[in-house]
């Protein structure tokens, strides 16, 4: 059974704050995702890492920033946050770069 | 530059018909793809998934065709069920397409 969690689910903030999505797997995989989605595209790879240590930006530009202290935990950070930030942002974890992803059910964020 | 690419946004098709969902991608380097879908408020599921060296992956009802000179793979779902109603993302190394809205109507 596949378990991954994202924390929170929704978020509406204000323009400048400074926010940290949590997502946290409990299946010992080395490697975690984050892509950002608006709706009727595709998923956009912003950060990934292959173990603890390792981050790597994706294809889209983003101005977030993630960590990875621990293998079971990738959060990603927005020092201020801004209406363009406005999006679906799903965390994934996998044994390897080739194998299925496992998804958290997504945190949807706004900031006005 | 989108190297998975899903040109359909919608398919409405008859339950007990056949759903096709088309996917081309760009990069001749990719050798491992995969179908996911999506209900709402939830993040994708894995469904099914094909290696490079074979042409067709079947699973149940799911069926994935691969197509390397042309750079294209479909999804067959036959039968198709109105639980299928989802969005379907085709997917190859850490790449997705913009995802394919199926209806399945009863």
């Known amino acids: 059974e596949a378990d991954i969690y994202q924390t929170p689910r929704y978020l509406v903030i204000g323009t400048g704050k400074k926010i940290t999505l949590e997502c946290s797997q409990t299946?010992?995989?080395?490697?975690m995702y984050w892509y950002q989605q608006d709706p009727g595209m595709e998923l956009h790879l912003i950060h990934y890492?292959?173990?603890?240590?390792?981050?790597e930006k994706g294809d889209l530009s983003s101005e977030s920033t993630v960590s990875r202290i621990r293998t079971e935990h990738f959060p990603l950070t927005l020092e201020s946050a801004r209406p363009s930030h406005t999006s679906q942002y799903l965390c994934?974890?996998?044994?390897?770069?080739?194998?299925?992803?496992?998804f958290g059910p997504g945190t949807r964020l706004t900031v006005l | 530059d989108q190297q998975v690419k899903q040109n359909s946004p919608s398919l409405s098709v008859q339950e007990g018909r056949i759903s096709i969902l088309n996917c081309d991608y760009t990069?001749?380097?990719?050798?491992?793809f995969l179908w996911y879908k999506k209900y709402p408020a939830e993040g994708p599921t894995f469904l099914i998934s094909?290696?490079?060296?074979?042409d067709k992956n079947e699973d149940g009802r799911f069926t994935v065709f691969l197509n390397k000179s042309a750079k294209h793979l479909s999804l067959h779902i036959v039968p198709s069920q109105p639980g299928d109603s989802a969005v379907y993302f085709c997917?190859?190394?850490?790449?997705f397409g913009a995802g394919t809205r199926l209806t399945v109507k009863p």
């Open positions: 994934a974890s996998s044994e390897d770069s080739y194998n299925e992803q496992f």
């Open positions: 299946m010992g995989h080395d490697k």
């Open positions: 094909i290696s490079s060296i074979k």
């Open positions: 990069n001749s380097m990719f050798d491992y």
């Open positions: 890492s292959y173990g603890v240590n390792s981050t």
């Open positions: 997917a190859a190394h850490m790449r």
